[in-house]
């Protein structure tokens, strides 16, 4: 008897992507259906499975124990590790697996968060009193102007442009890979699968047009048997349909892969949270959920879509159907499989939140527009300018070559999944190392440095200097990556080899410890737990990162206001805060909390410090422990958060007193010193 795989799958989420890839991967799977509620949140059913109460989800059970995966990319990764036996998924070269974990890492920690905004912001308009609508609208339309829309409308130019220069029917290689399925959402239903992009949009705006490459890609992608056979079965449920979830994604990897599965249904509840039932699979309660019985018993559950998408190219595409014939085929889809996850789905989950309130409200299509295009729509068409120059590279009509791989599987979630339905409502080697590595002052970027020096590696560093109003980076980064982001990591090998440059914080990791850490020093030798930290790698950027962007986004809300408008700003930015945001942030706290506890070592994974502890200083020692008077503007609470919570807190005190932490604050303060008098001295002459 082999694996069980139970994918928890919830209506209205990033499940789709899941059951594609299931069905690509020809895997046997159960489904199981939960239904947001009328506040479009997750049912209670879903804490059973995952603490967090989200999905995708997937149980595993294997041996008689039981396995439960959470986060869509780390889904993704875990079932192609595997369960992609053939090779049907998997990425021909190193260099094109680097891709594909790009995307599926970039899909959920950078795209994804920007649509969400715009959905919420949209959602919150719909929900004010009718007296207020005008100015909670007029609001939300500065905030997304500043912030959402521009950062969407760039992050598509990006997959754009990516697409036209890879010049393949995929995302990464000459076949499908997890990259394309975890795009399938954001790219395929929100946005090139959305017949009416031109009630929001305009009657002038071309989807087309402007994004042809992705377009031409979204349709290829709509061809695939394996995507066709995952979205009817979800037909078959009424009022359960795949669309708007990245569950899509993984049913056609499955269906790829020839893998038998089942589908459990979940309902959304207002604002799009998942139903209290997938929190029972994954604390998180996020889909796709995929669960997995294996034939000893062991249950595995995987979430995070590129995880999902990635676990089963592994384990299930023996014969390499969906690894692309391509250089470097494995390294390039699992780029895409962060990059889309961690970058892309930012932009577009903003533009869904926006788009639902508009085809509501008509009359309030005009504000709406505007508060999109600022950051939106320019992030939005920036990732989709590189996807189609990505294609344009290609040697064949997918994104890596030709043949169908699983970086259009996974691509195809967001845009059949939230930009076709929503989105386009808006839119009218060597022991050498040397590591040109682009820093941004007070960005991710630190917990790279930390890893290459746990890793006694060398490198050199690049500062970069943010802007004091805006935030953003400066224009000088886009010469490192076309989306003007950090960290970025550029690798010079000392054999001659082609330079390789990396994006995406948890993809940068992920290699860093796949070359380099050849001592197992940050790196769990035992399976479960490296499936832990896999797990964390994805997390980090993929669910905590955009929820505590957002918060800070709206406590700055005040500033952007139109003059005379600022209490207000502040009066509504709170309530929408107390009507979604919250509940999230203290959901995920909790839930680290507990896992702490759980542990019992004082690390989050294992006995001693991992790759784990790094990702997470970011978000929750600096952002949040660190923060005492950020955390009183964003979140309200002026208590001490090491009495509140003594695990995280006394998780914080190591990190904090880490030897190799403080030597990297102190380093990295005094470039930052140094780069700002040689630019002050530059400006004086």
């Known amino acids: 008897m082999g694996d069980k795989i139970i994918l928890h799958w919830l209506n209205q989420s990033r499940s789709q992507r899941i059951l594609w890839l299931l069905e690509e991967l020809n895997l046997d799977y159960e489904l199981k ?15 059973k499975v995952h603490p967090l109460g989200k999905s995708p989800v997937l149980e595993v059970i294997r041996d008689g124990k039981s396995s439960v995966i959470a986060e869509t990319g780390h889904i993704i990764e875990y079932l192609i590790k595997n369960y992609d036996a053939s090779k049907k998924l998997v990425p021909a070269t190193e260099e094109e697996k680097e891709q594909v974990d790009y995307f599926l890492h970039y899909c959920e920690g950078t795209l994804q968060p920007y649509l969400v905004g715009l959905l919420v912001h949209g959602m919150a308009v719909n929900m004010a009193p009718f007296p207020v609508k005008f100015l909670v609208r007029m609001i939300m339309n500065e905030i997304n102007k500043a912030y959402y829309k521009s950062g969407l409308m760039q992050n598509l130019k990006f997959l754009d442009d990516y697409l036209a220069k890879n010049k393949s029917k995929y995302f990464v290689g000459d076949k499908l890979t997890g990259a394309d399925i975890i795009f399938e959402f954001p790219l395929i239903e929100n946005l090139a699968d959305n017949k009416r992009i031109k009630e929001f949009a305009g009657d002038d705006f071309d ?9 031409e890609w979204a349709d290829r992608m709509l061809q695939e048997p394996k995507l066709i ?65 294996k034939e000893n018993g062991e249950v595995i559950t995987l979430a995070e879509s590129g995880h999902i998408c990635s676990y089963f190219l592994r384990h299930y595409d023996t014969k390499k159907k969906l690894l692309p014939h391509v250089k470097n085929a494995e390294e390039k889809v699992d780029y895409f499989l962060h990059y889309l996850e961690g970058t892309l789905m930012t932009s577009v989950i903003g533009l869904v939140v926006a788009y639902s309130t508009i085809r509501r ?44 791989s699983a970086v259009d599987i996974y691509l195809s979630y967001p845009f059949s999944g939230l930009l076709g339905p929503t989105y386009g409502l808006f839119t009218g080697s060597d022991k050498k190392l040397e590591d040109d590595y682009p820093e941004l002052n007070e960005s991710r970027a630190h917990r790279v440095i930390w890893l290459m020096e746990v890793l006694d590696l060398e490198y050199e560093v690049k500062v970069y200097l943010r802007h004091p109003q805006t935030w953003r980076g400066p224009p000088e980064l886009f010469k490192a990556h076309p989306l003007g982001k950090a ?58 990162q955009g929820l505590l962007i957002t918060l800070l986004i709206n406590s700055v809300a005040k500033k952007i206001a139109p003059f005379g408008f600022q209490t207000l700003a502040k009066l509504v930015t709170r309530g929408l805060n107390n009507g979604y945001y919250l509940h999230e942030w203290y959901l995920s706290v909790d839930f680290l909390e507990s896992e702490l506890k759980k542990n019992g070592t004082g690390y989050f994974v294992g006995d001693r410090l991992t790759a784990a502890d790094i990702m997470l200083s970011f978000p929750v020692y600096e952002n949040i422990f660190d923060n005492p008077g950020g955390i009183k503007e964003c979140v309200g609470i002026s208590e001490d958060l090491y009495k509140l919570y003594p695990y995280l807190g006394g998780w914080c005190c190591r990190i904090r007193d880490d030897p190799v932490y403080v030597k990297i604050g102190a380093m990295m303060d005094e470039k930052v010193e140094q780069y700002k008098q040689q630019k002050g001295r530059r400006r004086s002459k």
């Open 33 to 47: 259906i939960y239904k947001r509620d009328k506040g479009h949140r997750a049912p209670p059913e879903l804490e």
């Open 361 to 404: 409200h008509k009359h309030l299509r005009d504000d709406f527009q505007n508060m999109i295009g600022i950051y939106f729509l320019p992030e939005l068409h920036n990732n989709l300018q590189y996807l189609t120059e990505e294609l344009k590279k290609s040697t064949g009509p997918y994104f890596l070559g030709d043949a169908l």
């Open 229 to 293: 056979k995952a979205n009817e079965k979800a037909a078959k449920f009424p009022n359960r349909s795949f669309k708007g979830s990245r569950a899509s994604s993984v049913v056609w990897l499955l269906e790829e892969l020839g893998v038998e599965y089942e589908v459990k249904y979940v309902r959304v509840q207002r604002m799009f949270t998942a139903p209290k039932e997938l929190k029972a699979i994954h604390r998180l309660g996020k889909v796709p959920i995929v669960t997995i019985a």
């Open 487 to 544: 960290p970025v990591l550029e690798v010079i090998f000392g054999d001659g080899s082609p330079p390789l440059k990396l994006a995406e914080t948890g993809l940068i990791f992920q290699y860093l410890l796949n070359n380099y850490d050849h001592e197992n020093l940050l790196t769990p030798t035992d399976p479960r737990e490296k499936l832990k930290v896999d797990y964390y790698l994805h997390y980090a950027e993929g669910t905590l």
């Open 207 to 215: 989807i087309r047009k402007s994004f042809p490459n992705i377009c």
